[in-house]
């Protein structure tokens, strides 16, 4: 079965330092990899999703930015933080054995301060 | 585009009492259905899933059947426990898209 690993698992951060988020998968090839956010009390917002190495679409304009190195591998980053950037990050995957089925890691908590 | 909205909370039950949370979808196509729980401080985990119309679904005591007609997914449990304290994420995927569309989540207390 595949598993998310997720790091750090909480962090804080003062505004405009950088951020850096990684995520790797095992148990799957080729997945299709997705960062969520979720702000305290609130609902899930996808930020990033991406298919293939190096192909990465954005949901929403943002301070964020996103990458795929390897095929297993989903960075998520911002050269200088805002405020408004604290919340949960959940880096999400599917692939050839869950279907459609989405599965997510741990979450990373990230207060800006 | 698809959309799903659920019922808002919180919710608070004590032990033994009925759950049920409603959700209903907007799609195109025949998409699949799930629920998802998030216990406190933690990420989302798939509670169960139905993938065509009829099909129930069913996890941990926990129970929801995909109604096309009503197009509706409600999840229901018939006796809680203090445990199931968490919040729930409807959700559903186009059948050509793997991206899930999330209501905006159902927080549910039970109390001993």
């Known amino acids: 079965s595949q598993t998310i690993h997720q790091w750090p698992a909480t962090l804080v951060q003062p505004v405009g330092s950088p951020l850096s988020l990684e995520c790797t998968v095992e148990g799957t090839s080729n997945p299709n990899l997705y960062w969520y956010r979720q702000a305290a009390g609130r609902g899930l917002q996808l930020l990033f999703y991406?298919?293939?190495?190096?192909?990465i679409s954005s949901e929403v304009p943002q301070n964020l930015s996103a990458s795929r190195p390897q095929d297993r591998q989903f960075i998520l980053s911002s050269k200088k933080l805002l405020l408004s950037d604290s919340g949960f990050y959940l880096c999400a995957c599917t692939g050839t054995v869950s279907g459609n089925t989405i599965y997510f890691g741990e979450g990373s908590w990230l207060t800006v301060v | 585009g698809d959309s799903v909205t659920q019922m808002e909370g919180p919710v608070t039950l004590s032990e033994e009492a009925f759950l049920t949370i409603n959700c209903t979808y907007t799609?195109?196509?025949?998409?699949?259905l799930f629920w998802y729980v998030q216990y406190p401080g933690e990420g989302l985990q798939l509670l169960l899933k139905a993938t065509k119309a009829d099909d129930k679904g069913s996890n941990k005591g926990f129970e929801a059947t995909y109604r096309k007609e009503t197009t509706s997914f409600h999840l229901e449990k018939g006796s809680v426990q203090v445990s199931d304290s968490a919040v729930y994420f409807c959700?559903?995927?186009?059948?050509?898209?793997?991206?899930?569309?999330f209501g905006a989540g159902t927080t549910v207390t039970v109390r001993a």
């Open positions: 959700a559903l995927s186009s059948s050509n898209d793997y991206k899930l569309s």
């Open positions: 799609a195109t196509g025949y998409p699949s």
């Open positions: 991406s298919v293939g190495i190096g192909q």
